[in-house]
């Protein structure tokens, strides 16, 4: 995709401007970001269900930008899973092939067979969608994109309407299917730890933008700015109105929770700012016994997650996350000592610009 702008409204709403995105034939893309974000408008863009009113979309080197959405070699999984109510499992995995294919009845079938064991639903061909569970009609709904063998595959949010443990179930599934069949999906998702646990690239979007592109760890350890460091993480990274004051040795930090020494080099943009944005993950504050940590909070809540707990602190009327092992504090406690880890924190310009 190249410079891909697509507009709304006699261009009134851009629903996403200046998309640059490459995708090899190795990679999950995946589209994450809130809601009206123009996640899903960029990936119709990709389909040729939506026309760009500027910028181009190559597939395997060709323009396509003006084709149609059936001769882009390219499968859509879409939200609502809209299989055939009258047609079964076996129809509905074989409906593109009888409208596209020269291939034997014999050999549609084959493929369907071969698709279907690969998803676990073989002994389901004969059965109508009614019979179905959800993870097994959207099992059916995948089946009918891989047996064209297209280009890519785009998924446009698909696990959204199942129940968390067999959402998570499809997320593993689809991202080893992607691996056995070498063919590249781009994925659409307003969940961010969906996006994580199944994307090998992922592409931060916002107001229609681009706001980073990278691996699951790169977002989340290097996000280039403020809204990426917001969005990515749960629980969310705490962000804190800031001073910057020169020291004798450099610079030193300064707001309503602490004072902290930077020990790393700023840049001159960085030095002129007098007013910034510190941010620190939840997992980077550490509950700590020395005497010597660097602020103290009251426990408000915690929250069990498993083998860790999310502990909410009033630091000087502020409210500041911490994940830590379970029963590492309780609700009851005031003054917990703190530390933050160093060399983990980031600090943000008035524009959400990262500065170190």
């Known amino acids: ?19 640059n995105l490459e995708i090899q034939k190795e990679d999950f893309v995946v589209l994450l970001g809130p809601s009206g974000c123009g996640k899903t408008t960029t990936l119709r863009c990709l389909s040729g269900l939506e026309r760009p009113d500027e910028g181009h979309i190559f597939i395997e080197g060709v323009d396509m930008t003006g084709v149609k959405p059936k001769d882009r070699d390219l499968a859509f999984v879409f939200q609502s899973i ?39 639903i073989e002994n389901m061909l004969d059965r109508k969608p009614s019979a179905l569970s959800g993870g097994q009609q959207q099992r059916v709904s995948l089946g009918r994109a891989m047996v064209m063998e297209p280009a890519a595959f785009l998924l446009d949010e698909p696990f959204s309407a199942l129940d968390a443990n067999l959402r998570k179930q499809m997320q593993t599934e689809v991202k080893e299917l992607q691996r056995r069949l070498e063919t ?79 020990d790393r080099e ?23 016994d020395t005497g010597d940590a660097l602020f103290t909070g009251d426990v408000t809540l915690v929250e069990p997650q498993g083998d860790r707990d999310t502990v909410y602190f009033d630091v000087n009327g502020h409210e500041l996350r911490t994940v830590v092992p379970q029963n590492t504090v309780t609700a009851e406690q005031n003054e917990v000592n703190l530390d933050i880890e160093r060399d983990k924190f980031w600090i943000f310009d008035r524009d959400g610009k990262r500065l170190l």
């Open 1 to 19: 995709m190249e410079n891909v702008r697509k507009t709304f409204g006699g261009g009134e709403i851009v629903a996403c401007d200046d998309i």
């Open 266 to 288: 700023l840049d001159s943009t960085a030095q002129s700012l007098d007013t910034v944005t510190f941010g620190i993950r939840p997992q980077y504050v550490n509950v700590t």
């Open 82 to 120: 809209a299989l055939f109510p009258h047609k079964s499992v076996r129809e509905n995995i074989r409906f593109g092939l009888d409208m596209s294919s020269e291939m034997s009845k014999s050999e549609k079938n084959e493929s369907v067979e071969d698709i279907a064991e690969m998803l676990g």
């Open 184 to 262: 590249p999906m781009v994925f659409v998702t307003h969940d961010q730890e969906e996006a994580m646990a199944i994307g090998d690239k992922i592409v931060v979007m916002n107001d229609g933008h681009v706001q980073q592109i990278g691996s699951p760890y790169a977002v989340f350890n290097e996000p280039a700015n403020q809204f990426v460091a917001d969005f990515i993480g749960s629980p969310s990274a705490n962000l804190f109105e800031s001073r910057l004051q020169q020291s004798s040795d450099g610079h030193t930090l300064e707001n309503d929770l602490f004072s902290l020494p930077i």
